[in-house]
């Protein structure tokens, strides 16, 4: 079983940025997408931001789109998730996650195509 480990979250004012990493165990990081989810109180986790698991391909939800970048480094078994010119409506509990199946060609947008989870992260944009 994987184990993933977020940091990098904290409070922020408006326009500011945050680099969050999420370490992943084991031996098969590069074989999987890796993606970030967020939760705000109240409301269903969503899809952030995904990566192929050679790096070649990228996602992101509307809402972040060219403020945040996703970017993997499989020597280091580490995904990162740069956020600039961050707003309120950022604030979340930001989750990392491995894709369900290796070698997945197709963008991973959901939950249910994840399989394994990590604890979570606090980012707190204040306006």
């Known amino acids: 079983q994987v184990q993933l480990v977020e940091s990098g979250g904290g409070l922020v004012q408006a326009g500011g940025s945050l680099r969050l990493s999420c370490a992943a165990s084991?031996?098969?990081?590069?074989?999987?997408?890796m993606g970030w989810f967020r939760q705000a109180p109240g409301k269903e986790r969503e899809f952030v931001a995904a990566?192929?698991?050679?790096?070649?391909?990228?996602y992101y939800a509307d809402s972040v789109k060219g403020r945040f970048t996703i970017s993997r480094d499989n020597a280091k078994n580490t995904v990162y998730l740069q956020m600039n010119s961050l707003k309120p409506e950022d604030t979340a509990v930001y989750y990392c996650?491995?894709?369900?199946?290796?070698?997945?060609?197709?963008?991973?947008?959901?939950?249910?195509?994840?399989?394994?989870w990590g604890q979570g992260t606090q980012v707190t944009v204040s306006s």
């Open positions: 990566i192929s698991w050679s790096g070649g391909s990228t």
């Open positions: 996650a491995r894709g369900l199946r290796p070698f997945t060609q197709t963008p991973m947008t959901t939950p249910v195509e994840y399989a394994s």
């Open positions: 084991g031996r098969t990081f590069s074989m999987y997408t």
